[in-house]
C-alpha cells in the first residue's frame, strides 16, 4: 500500500496521551508567551532567553539542541531527531521565537501574560507564531518519548519509524529580516537547514467561505524592493508659497504611486481560486472565477462581494505587485518652504515581477516631471519564492489535511508577506506554510498577526498537533 493511503500515523496514538501532549502543547505556549523576545530587543535578551527555554523543554525529552547566539543576547536554537537515514534527506521544522511589540493598554489581556480564557491562550506571538513553535516542539518531544519508552536515547539513537531526520531550527530575528536569526544560520551552519523541505509559518488553518472550509497550504510568498525617494524642490520663505515645495511635489507623488496596479494572475493564484470554485460551486465559483478573468472591474466587484474587508485586502495584493508609501519626511519649520522631501515606499512583488521591473514601474508611476524632479534609491530587495506543488511534501501536507478534516478543501495559496522561507530558498530548500489550525467559522486569523488581544484557540490547537505529526510522520516514516 502506498505510504499516502496509510492509516493516520497519529491513530496509533491513544486518547489519553493526546489530551496529554494538549496540556504539555499549551503550557510550553504560555512559557514561550511569558519571555517578551520582542523584536527590535530592547535590550537584547529575551530572544536568548526563549532559545533556552525551548532547549531546555526538549531536554526534557532527552532531545539534545544547541543554542547560537551570534549576537548578544539573541538566540537560535536547533536540533535534531534521527532516523535510520532510508528515508532521504531530512524535514525541516521552521520557525521564528520573535515577536513583534505589543502595548499592553489597548489589549483586554497582558500581551505577555499568556493568560488563558473564553477558550484561547492570549498574547503576543499566538499565532505569529509561538503556537507553532510549540506545535513542532511537541511532535518532537513525542517522538523522543517513544525512543525513550524503548529504550533508546533520542540524542544518538535513531528514532523508531523514522526513515528520514528531523531538523528542528527555531531563530531570532524573523520579524526583522532574520540577518540575526536564520540568515546568520544559512551562513555559519547551513547543515542545521539543509532538507528535502521545510515546515515553516501561516498556512493550514482553516478559512471558511460558503460554509465550506478551505485550508490554503502556503507554497509561495511575494518577494519585496523597498525604495527611498528624494524629491528635490527648491526652498523659500513660507509667506510665498511656490509649487516647487518639496512636501507638495511629495504628496503628488504619493498620490500617483499609491494607485491600484494593474492585476496578474500567477499560476500559484490562479490554481488556488480555480480549486476554491471547483470546490465551492454556486455563486461562490462564479465570484471565484471572476477574480481571475483579467477583467479588473469584474475581479474588484467579485472581491467586495466575496470577501471581508481584511480578506479583500490579501485577495488584492495577492493579484498584483503592490506600491505603498509608508514613511514621509519633509520640513524643517512652519515658516520655511521644504527644498526636499524623503518618501520610503514599500513595494511587493509577484513571482514574474523583477526589482529592475518594479522600479520601471514605479518611475511609470511618478511619471517623467517627477521622476525628473527626484533620486530613487534601492534601499533592499529579496525576490518572491515559490515551492512546487508537485512534490512529496506537499502532496503529504494536503493528505494530512484531509485526514484532520475529511471535509476540508487543502489548496496551495501564496502569501503577500515574506518569511524566513526566502533564507531558505537560497540553500535550495522548499518552505512550506504548514501551521494546522481549525478555527471557528467567525474567526478572522489574518487580523491576529501582529494585531491586538492575539489569541490562538485551544481547540484550534487541539485539531491541528495530531494533523502536524501525522505531515511530520508521513513524510519521514
Ligand atoms: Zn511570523
Known amino acids: 500500500m502506498p505510504r499516502s493511503e496509510a492509516a493516520r500515523p497519529s491513530s496509533a496514538v491513544n486518547a489519553e496521551r493526546w489530551a496529554a501532549a494538549h496540556d504539555r502543547l499549551v503550557r510550553t505556549l504560555v512559557e514561550l508567551i511569558r519571555i517578551p523576545s520582542v523584536n527590535p530587543p530592547d535590550p537584547p535578551g529575551p530572544e536568548l532567553d526563549a532559545a533556552r527555554a525551548i532547549a531546555a523543554l526538549l531536554a526534557a525529552s532527552g532531545v539534545h539542541a544547541t543554542v547560537y547566539e551570534p549576537t548578544p543576547g539573541r538566540g537560535s536554537v536547533v536540533a535534531r531527531l534521527r ?279 514605479i518611475e511609470v508611476r511618478l511619471g517623467p516631471d517627477l521622476v525628473a524632479a527626484s533620486t530613487i534609491e534601492l534601499v533592499t530587495t529579496m525576490p518572491p519564492v515559490v515551492a512546487s506543488i508537485d512534490s512529496p511534501l506537499y502532496r503529504t501536507l494536503e493528505r494530512a489535511i484531509l485526514d484532520g478534516d475529511p471535509d476540508g478543501i487543502p489548496l496551495p495559496v501564496m502569501a503577500p508577506f515574506a518569511t524566513d522561507a526566502k533564507t531558505l530558498m537560497r540553500l535550495g530548500v522548499p518552505a512550506y506554510g504548514f501551521s494546522p489550525l481549525r478555527l471557528a467559522p467567525e474567526e478572522s486569523y489574518l487580523e491576529r498577526y501582529h494585531g491586538v488581544d492575539e489569541r490562538v484557540g485551544l481547540d484550534a490547537l487541539r485539531w491541528g498537533l495530531p494533523v502536524l505529526y501525522d505531515a511530520v510522520l508521513r513524510f519521514c516514516g
Not at 480564557?117 to 507553532?132: F, I, N, T, W
Not at 540524542?155 to 528542528?168: K, V
Not at 471572476?290 to 471581508?308: H, N, P
Open 83 to 361: 532516523g535510520d537515514g532510508t528515508g532521504g534527506e531530512p524535514l525541516l521544522l521552521l520557525a521564528h521565537l520573535d515577536v513583534v511589540p505589543a502595548s499592553a493598554d489597548r489589549w483586554t489581556h497582558d500581551p505577555f501574560g499568556g493568560e488563558i480564557a473564553d477558550g484561547y491562550v492570549y498574547g503576543r506571538g499566538a499565532v505569529d507564531m509561538k503556537d507553532l513553535v510549540a506545535m513542532e516542539i511537541e511532535v518532537v518531544r513525542m517522538l523522543a518519548d517513544d525512543a525513550r519508552a524503548a529504550g533508546l536515547d533520542p540524542a544518538t539513537d535513531a528514532i523508531p519509524g523514522l526513515r528520514r531526520d528531523i531538523l528542528l531550527a527555531v531563530t531570532a530575528d524573523e520579524e526583522a529580516g532574520g540577518l540575526d536569526g536564520i540568515g546568520w544560520l544559512a551562513d555559519h551552519h547551513p547543515e542545521h537547514l539543509r532538507a528535502a523541505g521545510a515546515l515553516n509559518e501561516s498556512g493550514g488553518v482553516s478559512l471558511e467561505i460558503a460554509g465550506r472550509r478551505l485550508y490554503p497550504i502556503q507554497v509561495a510568498e511575494k518577494g519585496y524592493a523597498v525604495y527611498k525617494i528624494t524629491v528635490h524642490g527648491t526652498w523659500g520663505h513660507g509667506s510665498m508659497p511656490r509649487p516647487d515645495n518639496a512636501a507638495v511635489m511629495a504628496a503628488e507623488a504619493i498620490r500617483r504611486l499609491a494607485v491600484p496596479g494593474t492585476p496578474r494572475v500567477t499560476p500559484v493564484m490562479r490554481t488556488f481560486f480555480e480549486a476554491a470554485a471547483a470546490a465551492l460551486g454556486g455563486e461562490a465559483a462564479t465570484l471565484l472565477r471572476a477574480m481571475t478573468s483579467g477583467d479588473a472591474g469584474r475581479a474588484e466587484a467579485a472581491i467586495d462581494r466575496l470577501c471581508t474587508p481584511v480578506y479583500a485586502r490579501a485577495a488584492r495584493a495577492l493579484l498584483r505587485d503592490t506600491v505603498s508609501p509608508n514613511v514621509i519626511h519633509a520640513g524643517v519649520k512652519y515658516n520655511v518652504i521644504p527644498g526636499e522631501a524623503v518618501i520610503e515606499v514599500d513595494c511587493r512583488l509577484l513571482p514574474g515581477t523583477d526589482e529592475p521591473a518594479m522600479r520601471a514601474e
